[in-house]
């Protein structure tokens, strides 16, 4: 075994994809729990806390074309966790928000994870704590950049990495 196999990049490979996996996961048992499919479930947490947002918007902050956008919205608001209102800004734009009126709390969904990522970092000093957020932060830029990459329409790389 190379030392390219067992040293840092590979270990960073195999917590990322460990991290991914069981994220993944999560939400697809979320959605599961909340009947929507994960991407459902994650699409409503970015209009709740970016919107709201246009669909073309949404588009970009999820990777999705627009047709698939359109019925990602359908689905929200047919389940009535969305809603679609005229921008009042401009009457021909759509905008699409969560519905404060129908909403369900979800709070019970994720108590779990609070608390337990709570006592998580509570085991951490702050500098140990500012390298995790370091990490972190930067993973979710890495993502944020392969999302799309992936995801841009002259991108014909299909590894699975697996």
Known sequence: MSDADTGPAAAGADLGWRLSTAVVLFHE?????????????RALGLIEREGPLTAGALAELTGLTPGAVTGLVDRL???????????????????ISVDPETRSDFTDTFAGLARAMGDLVARYDDTELAVITDYVTNTIDILHAETRRLSSPGDSSTGTGE
């Open 29 to 41: 048992a979320v959605g599961q729990r909340l009947g929507l499919r994960a991407l459902d479930h």
């Open 77 to 95: 608001c047919r389940l009535d966790y969305v809603r679609r209102t005229p921008d009042p800004a401009d009457r021909r734009r759509i905008l």
